[in-house]
C-alpha cells in the first residue's frame, strides 16, 4: 500500500451508474444515470481530488494518504448537501482491491458505510450500508468508469 494506489484513478471518465432511488428510505428500486468525473493527483501524489458532474448536481472527493497509519482516508461533498463534508472512511487496498469502512447518520439513521474499489482499466466502485454494526451489507450504489 502507498500514495500510488489511486494512480488509476486519475485522468477523465464516463460514469455509468446505478443507484437505489431512496437510499435513506432503503427502498428497492433502482435509478440508472450518466455522469462526468475527472480526477487529478496532489500532493506529490499522497492525495487525490476527484469532480463528478451529474445532471443537476456535482460532488467531489478528497482522498488522501496517511504514511504513519497506513491507510487512505476519503471524505465527500456534493450540491445534494450543501455546506456538508462527510465523514471520512479510512481503509487500505490488498490483493488489488480497496475497502473502505466509516460511519454516518443517513435520514437520522446510525449507519456504517463501506466502500469498495476495484482498479483496473474499467474501475468499479460501490457503495454498501450496514444498520446493525457492520454484520450485514446493503450495496445501494454501483459506479462503473470507463476513459473518457
Given amino acids: 500500500?502507498?500514495?500510488?494506489?489511486?494512480?488509476?484513478?486519475?485522468?477523465?471518465?464516463?460514469?455509468?451508474?446505478?443507484?437505489?432511488?431512496?437510499?435513506?428510505?432503503?427502498?428497492?428500486?433502482?435509478?440508472?444515470?450518466?455522469?462526468?468525473?475527472?480526477?487529478?493527483?496532489?500532493?506529490?501524489?499522497?492525495?487525490?481530488?476527484?469532480?463528478?458532474?451529474?445532471?443537476g448536481w456535482e460532488g467531489m472527493t478528497l482522498r488522501q494518504y496517511d504514511p504513519a497509519d497506513d491507510v487512505w482516508r476519503i471524505w465527500w461533498a456534493s450540491t445534494r448537501a450543501p455546506g456538508k463534508l462527510d465523514p471520512p472512511l479510512e481503509g487500505r487496498f490488498s490483493g488489488g482491491h480497496g475497502v473502505f469502512f466509516g460511519d454516518d447518520v443517513v435520514g437520522g439513521h446510525a449507519v456504517k458505510v463501506r466502500f469498495d474499489w476495484t482498479p483496473g482499466d474499467e474501475p468499479v466502485w460501490q457503495q454498501q450500508f450496514s444498520y446493525d454494526g457492520g454484520e450485514n451489507w446493503e450495496t445501494n450504489w454501483i459506479m462503473r468508469f470507463t476513459r473518457a
Avoid: C
Avoid at 451508474?17 to 462526468?36: P, Q, S
Fill in 1 to 55: 500500500m502507498s500514495e500510488n494506489d489511486f494512480n488509476f484513478l486519475h485522468g477523465r471518465w464516463r460514469v455509468a451508474n446505478r443507484k437505489l432511488a431512496d437510499i435513506v428510505g432503503r427502498g428497492t428500486e433502482w435509478v440508472e444515470f450518466d455522469a462526468e468525473a475527472e480526477a487529478r493527483p496532489l500532493l506529490g501524489g499522497a492525495a487525490i481530488i476527484d469532480s463528478f458532474f451529474a445532471d
